[in-house]
């Protein structure tokens, strides 16, 4: 089944404490993103990749990190949490070309107390 | 960068009605522009989408409208039915296929 996995589902941590949330899909889609989901704010783009080795900043990049070192891998860290960083964070995958369908994974709740 | 303003934030229409869901951008290289529906708690999913090189595309219930020239495209629903209520998105992106830009999200509710 085509999937974009992401784990955990649920996070609650502290300030300062690193934390890694990871996306898998196997699709072989060669587009990763980043999203964080806040009320009112929509979808916001964190960090997006065009393949391996290839990433660039959305349009709220502070304060986290990606790497892209496998086609099928984009985790995303938060190297020192602040509670301002309490979203909901949806990864997703794209063929990329003529059509940029994105298809979502199930979205992690993270809450830095 | 791509500037995405969606309208209205909230829409409530009786069983039945037709809605419409309105964005604008700011990007005149955006090329393709997609909507998604996101039900409570669950994730964002494609219900339609079009490219710049058409004015309409229709989808049984569905459709949406681009204005190029205007930079508008707009979403409408016809016949909505209560499994219709969620929230809806639109988004943007242009030759940088890995840049989108969501609006900010419209919550329709759908009343029997």
């Known amino acids: 089944e085509a999937q974009v996995t992401q784990n955990p589902r649920y996070l609650i941590t502290v300030t300062g404490k690193k934390l890694t949330v990871t996306c898998s899909q196997n699709?072989?889609?060669?587009?990763m993103s980043w999203y964080r989901q806040d009320p009112g704010l929509g979808l916001r783009q964190i960090y997006y990749?065009?393949?391996?080795?290839?990433?660039d900043k959305g349009d709220v990049p502070e304060g986290y990190k990606v790497s892209r070192k496998e086609k099928r891998n984009f985790p995303l860290i938060l190297e020192s949490p602040s509670p301002n960083q309490t979203s909901l964070y949806f990864c997703?995958?794209?063929?990329?070309?003529?059509?940029?369908?994105?298809?979502f994974g199930a979205g992690t709740r993270l809450s830095v107390l | 960068g791509e500037n995405v303003e969606q309208h209205p934030s909230t829409l409530s229409v009786q069983e039945g009605d037709s809605a419409v869901i309105k964005c604008t951008y700011s990007?005149?290289?955006?090329?393709?522009f997609p909507w998604y529906k996101q039900e409570l708690g669950k994730r964002p999913q494609l219900i339609i989408d079009?490219?710049?090189?058409?004015g309409e595309k229709k989808d049984q219930r569905i459709a949406v409208t681009l204005n190029k020239t205007a930079k508008h495209f707009s979403l409408h629903i016809t016949e909505t039915q209560p499994e219709d209520s969620a929230v809806y998105f639109c988004?943007?992106?242009?030759?940088?296929?890995?840049?989108?830009?969501f609006g900010d999200g419209t919550t329709l509710t759908v009343k029997p």
């Open positions: 997703a995958s794209s063929l990329g070309g003529a059509k940029n369908i994105q298809y």
């Open positions: 699709m072989n889609h060669e587009y």
């Open positions: 990749s065009m393949n391996v080795e290839v990433t």
């Open positions: 990007d005149s290289a955006s090329n393709y």
């Open positions: 079009i490219r710049s090189n058409v």
């Open positions: 988004a943007a992106s242009g030759s940088n296929a890995g840049k989108s830009t």
